[in-house]
């Protein structure tokens, strides 16, 4: 699938922003149901890339509170199912 | 059910992570948190299949985005009513230029379909290779990479980014940088 044409970086992040010209459909089908006219040409480069920095802003957020208490006390709910008691997140 | 140190750990270490998939994936924090907990709790059911050493982001990853196809999809998108929910849960409050994209993207990435949807955050947000980011979704690389870039086209389209904002904060930000000093 890959035919040696597309300088480098086809995988990895960078990668994000230096494929847009390999803009064919995957199936017909496919193409059909996402009713996408093919953006012709693919976006500037500054547009690449503020796209990716808005997304990576928006999940880093997420990312950014760690881990719930819900999550930890299930956890350790799960691992003490055997090993007695098994009801209530102790401690 | 006792769990090694080592696999607890790798699975609380893809929390923060998941939760932010299944957020972009629903839109909406309880129902991605619901969605991690199944996703654990599916992954713990079945460690045996997972091969240690391999990837445990990748493989939860693959779990909780099958189980979003397969299970939250069939229930109705109910977003529409969460416009600022998302993030309003959020416990660190973004500024307010801030929030007003997220909730601009948010929308945007609300109206991309599904596979292509998953495909941008894997890639763009997620950090996970196109190799990667193809074998969690179960399809070929050059799949992943087309559905990025339309998925990239298209959220520029419907958030009108293009060539002429390419100075600073863009027009919505310097708006509500103004209004606020006013």
Request: negative net charge; charged residues 30%; aromatic residues 4%.
């Amino acid at each position: 699938m890959r035919r040696g044409r597309d300088g480098g970086a086809q995988d990895g992040r960078e990668g994000f922003e230096m494929t847009q010209s390999n803009d064919k459909p995957e199936k017909p089908m496919q193409r059909a149901r996402t009713g996408d006219s093919a953006p012709s040409g693919g976006l500037s480069r500054e547009a690449t890339i503020k796209i990716g920095q808005q997304l990576r802003a928006m999940y880093d957020e997420v990312v950014k509170e760690g881990v719930p208490d819900r999550f930890n006390d299930l956890l350790k709910r799960l691992d003490g199912d055997d090993k007695g008691g098994g009801k209530g997140p102790h401690s | 059910m006792s769990l090694d140190n080592a696999t607890r750990d790798s699975i609380l270490a893809a929390i923060p992570n998941l939760r932010a998939f299944g957020i972009s994936l629903t839109g909406n924090v309880d129902r991605a948190d619901d969605l991690v907990q199944e996703t654990i709790l599916r992954a713990l059911k079945n460690i045996d299949s997972f091969e240690p050493g391999t990837n445990m982001s990748a493989w939860l990853f693959t779990i909780l985005r099958n189980l979003f196809r397969s299970e939250y999809r069939k229930r109705k998108r109910e977003v529409e009513d969460a416009t600022g929910m998302y993030a309003d849960s959020l416990k660190s409050q973004p500024e307010q230029a801030t929030r007003l994209e997220f909730e601009e993207l948010r929308a945007a990435l609300e109206k991309l379909p599904d596979d292509q949807r998953e495909a941008v955050i894997l890639v763009g947000a997620s950090g996970f290779s196109y190799e990667e980011a193809a074998a969690i979704c179960g399809c070929a690389v050059g799949t992943i990479k087309s559905r990025v870039n339309r998925a990239r086209n298209r959220l520029a389209e419907i958030m009108s980014i293009d060539d002429l904002d390419d100075l600073g904060p863009d027009r919505q930000t310097r708006a509500v940088l103004t209004a606020d000093r006013g």
